[in-house]
């Protein structure tokens, strides 16, 4: 079974005895303890950046390429685009409610197979984004601590660790879009530039 549930101190612990003094004089020694009220931890910009990131890496791709899929088991470059936003969604509906996350993948899959047109995925995607940063302003300090649903997916972990998630999800799917760009000839916008 997949595990979700470490946070970065945790990973950092867990990898100290097979690196050691490296981690002390790199990351670990300066790494701040995870709060959603430090100034590190501005999770909206974070989201905001993860859009505008996806945005510029995949602004070459049109609607000509919706279907477009390196091999027939793979996604088409609108699937991506909308599993990228049905992911935003999850991540969101998984923190709202309290059942916690939906595991049903099949029918996440099913869903995401049904979409044929990249316009129409950047429209989910552009409405996903605006639903986290909605979801994040309308939320305290408190809130955001507050642990999530039991459950295998960060359960009883804080709410505000879903953004390194949704952020990481996110670049995983741009990364192997820009893959498919390359295959179809494009070359991809760097994502860090204006």
């Known amino acids: 079974m997949l595990r979700f549930d470490l946070t970065q101190s945790d990973f950092f612990r867990k990898l100290k005895p097979h690196i050691g003094s490296l981690l002390d004089q790199s990351v670990g020694a ?3 303890p995870m ?3 430090g100034p590190q931890f501005d999770f ?3 989201v905001t950046s993860s859009r505008d990131f996806f945005q510029r890496s995949t602004r070459v791709l049109d609607e000509g390429d919706s279907q477009f899929r390196p091999s027939e088991e793979m996604m088409t470059v609108a699937q ?3 599993h990228t936003a049905q992911t935003i969604e999850w991540f969101i509906d ?3 409610k309290p059942e916690g996350f939906d595991l049903n993948f099949a029918e996440h899959a099913k869903a995401t197979a049904e979409v044929r047109s990249l316009t ?3 429209h989910r995607l552009n409405s996903a984004y605006i639903r986290a940063l909605d979801f994040l302003r309308g939320k305290t300090p408190e809130q955001l601590e507050r642990p999530l ?3 295998p997916v960060m359960g009883g972990r804080p709410t505000y660790e879903i953004i390194n998630a949704l952020v ?3 670049a995983h799917h741009r990364g192997a879009l820009t893959v498919y760009t390359r295959l179809l000839g494009k070359v991809p916008v760097m994502p860090y530039g204006g």
């Open 30 to 32: 300066t790494m701040l």
């Open 35 to 37: 709060s959603p009220t």
């Open 44 to 46: 909206a910009a974070q």
């Open 80 to 82: 991506q685009v909308a």
């Open 94 to 96: 998984g923190a709202e």
């Open 120 to 122: 129409e995925a950047r």
């Open 149 to 151: 649903p039991p459950g």
């Open 168 to 170: 990481e999800h996110t």
